[in-house]
């Protein structure tokens, strides 16, 4: 069985979760307790992850991070979700980067630093990072505009990736996604549909954290 090491609020933990849930994948979810800093310990980084970051998956003897591995390595394995041709799975890696880079990155640090920061964020950092998000947004909302997945016919680890952030109460952002960008918001209903979803706080460990700010 997989083994998952995930915490609730990690949008990128989600990731890995949805896909395996889509799988139809049972797995171990073990906690990593990251409010309490235990992944920037140095034991905890050398025996668990030398980035400090959670998912980190457990198939047998090999380990993974990086939600963008993860997922590819379960896309090939099982041989669903990723990409039906070798074009595909071309397009999937071109979104899966300018996700992790981009989409997911703006979009994750801005909720961190307005729910779960330590102290209450600078509104020039917010507001360098709501423009970046716009941005990144604007482009995905346009693209899904004239069809109904990010790559081909179905959903692939693009949306999977894509989608981790998107399923989270809004009051942690404070962006409502669907009804700024609409074409996303059809979208997060399409993947509500598949089977397997459940929301992140159902599908992962942890006690649910009021937002702070």
Same mark, same amino acid.
């Given at each position: ?33 990251? $409010? ?6 140095? %034991?905890? /980084? =050398?025996?668990?992850?030398?980035? #400090? ?83 990144? $947004? ?6 899904? %505009?004239? /069809? =109904?997945?990010?790559?081909?016919? #179905? ?59």
């Amino acid at each position: 069985m997989y083994r998952l090491h995930c915490f609730g609020q990690s949008g990128n933990a989600f990731k890995v979760a949805f896909m395996l849930r889509a799988l139809g994948e049972p797995f171990e979810p073990v906690f990593v307790d990251f $409010f309490t800093g235990i992944s920037r310990d140095p %034991a905890w /980084r =050398e025996e668990h992850n030398e980035m #400090g970051e959670a998912p980190i998956l457990e198939d047998g003897d090999l380990r993974l991070t990086q939600s963008g591995a993860i997922l590819t390595h379960l896309a090939n394995k099982h041989g669903r979700f990723g990409g039906a041709t070798e074009r595909d799975k071309l397009e999937v890696l071109r979104w899966i980067l300018f996700d992790n880079h981009k989409f997911t990155s703006y979009f994750a640090t801005y909720r961190f630093m307005k729910s779960f920061g330590p102290v209450q964020p600078d509104p020039v950092v917010m507001k360098f990072l709501l423009g970046r998000i716009e941005a990144a $947004f604007g482009i995905v909302d346009k693209h899904l %505009a004239t /069809r =109904e997945w990010m790559v081909g016919d #179905g959903p692939t680890i693009a949306d999977f990736s894509l989608s981790g952030y998107m399923f989270y109460p809004i009051e942690e952002s404070g962006i409502d996604v669907a009804a700024r960008w609409p074409h996303i918001g059809a979208w997060i209903e399409r993947l509500k549909r598949v089977p397997g979803w459940v929301p992140p706080y159902e599908a992962m460990p942890g006690e649910r954290i009021a937002p702070k700010w």
